[in-house]
């Protein structure tokens, strides 16, 4: 089992630069493919980025050249570097873990509250 704990998150201004974070209690983290959705009320989660257990990286066309995800796997955590922050970037971020097959299962994170407004 793994148990997923975001942080990070803030009030920033338009512009502005924050680093989140998805610390993972248990083992096997490093075979876990990592994930970083975003939900802003009455609307469905969105995929943001994605980092594989190899280290290949995908992110959504609207973060693409303001966000960096990336992993520790010695620290068991993924991070989210967000820059550039504009005020359609604020939501809750979730931290998301998928153990691939056979044994497939997926965590979620509580959430983390980023809001950038001037």
């Known amino acids: 089992q793994v148990q997923l704990v975001e942080s990070g998150g803030a009030l920033v201004q338009p512009g502005g630069s924050l680093r989140l974070s998805c610390a993972a209690s248990g083992s096997g983290f490093s075979i876990y493919a990592m994930y970083w959705y975003r939900q802003a009320p009455g609307n469905q989660r969105e995929l943001v980025a994605a980092?594989?257990?190899?280290?290949?990286?995908n992110y959504a066309d609207s973060v693409k050249g303001r966000f960096t995800i990336s992993r520790d796997n010695a620290k068991n955590t993924v991070y989210l570097q967000m820059n550039s922050l504009k005020p359609e970037d604020t939501d809750v971020y979730y931290c998301?873990?998928?153990?691939?097959?056979?044994?497939?299962?997926?965590?979620w994170g509580q959430g983390t509250k980023v809001t950038v407004s001037s």
């Open positions: 998301n873990a998928v153990r691939p097959p056979p044994n497939s299962v997926i965590h």
């Open positions: 980092i594989s257990t190899g280290g290949s990286t």
